[in-house]
């Protein structure tokens, strides 16, 4: 039996996570490969049914990032999509959803190392978790 490999959606931010993942890259840091990335032009704009549709879809695990408070290219989107994903952590388990395959995290443009760390931390935490229940009742 192959080792299991977690399916991660990621949502960037296009001023600052994915200017750092495009950093990373070409830094030639390395991080996992099974990371999806979406980039989207704020976290504000990340739709709590984004998140949801992702884990129904097959997803592992969900990382949302973007710029630090106060750097928001949008003012408080990043203030926002804090509040909205405290709530969804705190309804996500009644239906069945882990909240620790969720994680929000704020990574700068300049910060590839940073980025390249949270990216192998948060997917071997995935891993360790195992395969989502909710895929798992999908497939069945
Ligand atoms: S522009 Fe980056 S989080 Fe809003």
Known sequence: MSEFEPT????????????????????????????????VMCTGMVDPQYIIKAFLEGADGVLV?????????????NYKARRRIKLLKEILPQFG?????LRLT?????????????????AGQIKALGPSQTK?????
């Open 136 to 140: 798992l009742k999908m497939v069945i």
């Open 8 to 39: 991660i959606v990621a949502f960037f931010c296009n001023w600052c996570t994915y200017t750092a993942a495009d950093l990373a890259g070409t830094s030639r840091l390395s991080y996992p490969h099974n990371i999806r990335i979406i980039r």
């Open 106 to 122: 704020w990574i700068g443009a300049s910060d590839g190392i940073h980025l390249a760390e949270i990216m192998r931390t948060f």
């Open 65 to 77: 990032s973007g710029c630090r408070p106060g750097d928001c290219h949008y003012i408080n989107g």
């Open 97 to 101: 959803f882990d909240q620790q395959r």
